[in-house]
C-alpha cells in the first residue's frame, strides 16, 4: 500500500501544477481555437508545449517555447507564454477534421514533463446558397478560389445528384458541409 501512495503523489502534484482552461474545446472547420494554461509560481522560465495524441507517452509536440515569452509558431498551431500572469496560450487556426483529437498543455521538466489534457472537437460548417428561380435547370458548383473561371469544383450538382449537397428547390438553395482535409 505505501509503495502505491508514492508512485501515485507524483502525478497528483504534477496534475495540479498546471491546468488547461478550458478542459474541453471546439471549433469550426477552416476557423481556429484558444486554449490557455494556467501554472502554479515556479515554473515561468521553463518551456512549454502543446503535443497532440491520447496517449500522454506517445503524444506529438506541436509547438514549443524556448523559455520566454516570445510567440512560437509552427504549422497552423502558435504558443505563447505570459510569465506575470503564469499563463500560456495556444491558438489553432485553419482547422480540419483530422484536427479533433486529444490534447496536452505541458510544461518541460527533469523527469516526467507537468501536463493536462484538453479535448479538441471540430465542426463541420453548413454554407447555404441562394439563387432565382430562373436558374433550376442550370449545373451549380462549389469552388475553392474567387475566381469562378480558374477554381477546382469540389461538388457539381447536375439535376438529381445530391451526393454531400442537400437541395431545397422549393427555397432555391443548395447547402453543403465543409469538413476540411
Not at 1 to 15: D, E, G, I, R
Not at 74 to 84: E, L, P
Not at 107 to 112: D, P, Q, V, Y
Amino acid at each position: 500500500m505505501w509503495l502505491f501512495l508514492v508512485l501515485f503523489l507524483p502525478v497528483v502534484q504534477a496534475s495540479s501544477a498546471i491546468t488547461a482552461r478550458p478542459t474541453a474545446v471546439s471549433g469550426s472547420v477552416k476557423g481556429s481555437l484558444t486554449v490557455q494554461c494556467l501554472y502554479e509560481p515556479g515554473w515561468e522560465t521553463y518551456k512549454k508545449w502543446w503535443c497532440q495524441g491520447a496517449e500522454w507517452s506517445n503524444c506529438h509536440i506541436l509547438v514549443k517555447t524556448n523559455g520566454s515569452e516570445q510567440e512560437v509558431k509552427g504549422k497552423r498551431v502558435s504558443i505563447q507564454d505570459n510569465q506575470k500572469t503564469r499563463t500560456f496560450t495556444i491558438t489553432m487556426e485553419d482547422l480540419r477534421l483530422s484536427d479533433q483529437d486529444i490534447y496536452w498543455c505541458g510544461i518541460e521538466k527533469s523527469g516526467t514533463d507537468l501536463g493536462d489534457k484538453v479535448n479538441v472537437s471540430i465542426d463541420p460548417v453548413a454554407v447555404e446558397c441562394h439563387y432565382g428561380p430562373q436558374w433550376e435547370t442550370y449545373v451549380k458548383s462549389w469552388c475553392q478560389d474567387a475566381d469562378p473561371n480558374g477554381c477546382t469544383i469540389f461538388v457539381e450538382i447536375q439535376g438529381s445528384k445530391k451526393k454531400y449537397v442537400t437541395i431545397n428547390e422549393k427555397e432555391h438553395t443548395f447547402s453543403m458541409f465543409v469538413r476540411g482535409k
